[in-house]
């Protein structure tokens, strides 16, 4: 039983763009908060993006500010995250996760993690 599915990672070169797309099931997607999070070799798990499904609020972490944008259609359980001008430095791999109403940006608050997507950005 999938809870979350990540897709749209790849291979880019610095510069451009990738779509990631999570496709949740509805008790998932009943969450309030949905993130992204991402891991690089040899480092821990950090916040990418959140966004609060009841009021549309969203955050971001300071390295992808400008660049990144999280959105969701509650019609179709599906929340996004639009990467535009990747660098290097954003190569992980990335996974989307639900939390309830009260989580931040800390990877211990997520109740619910997909399998994840890899993105690589090449120089």
């Known amino acids: 039983q999938v809870q979350l599915v990540e897709s749209g990672g790849g291979l880019v070169q610095a510069g451009g763009s990738l779509r990631l797309s999570c496709v949740a099931s509805v008790r998932t997607f009943s969450r309030d908060i949905m993130g992204w999070f991402r891991q690089a070799p040899g480092k821990e798990r950090e916040f990418v993006s959140r966004i609060r499904q009841s009021a549309g609020l969203t955050r971001y972490a300071d390295s992808v500010k400008g660049r990144f944008t999280i959105s969701r259609d509650i019609a179709k359980n599906t929340v996004f995250l639009q990467m535009n001008s990747l660098k290097p430095e954003d190569t992980a791999v990335y996974y989307c996760?639900?939390?309830?109403?009260?989580?931040?940006?800390?990877?211990?608050?997520?109740?619910?993690w997909g399998q994840g997507t890899q993105v690589t950005v090449s120089s």
């Open positions: 996760a639900a939390a309830a109403s009260n989580a931040a940006m800390y990877s211990y608050e997520y109740d619910y």
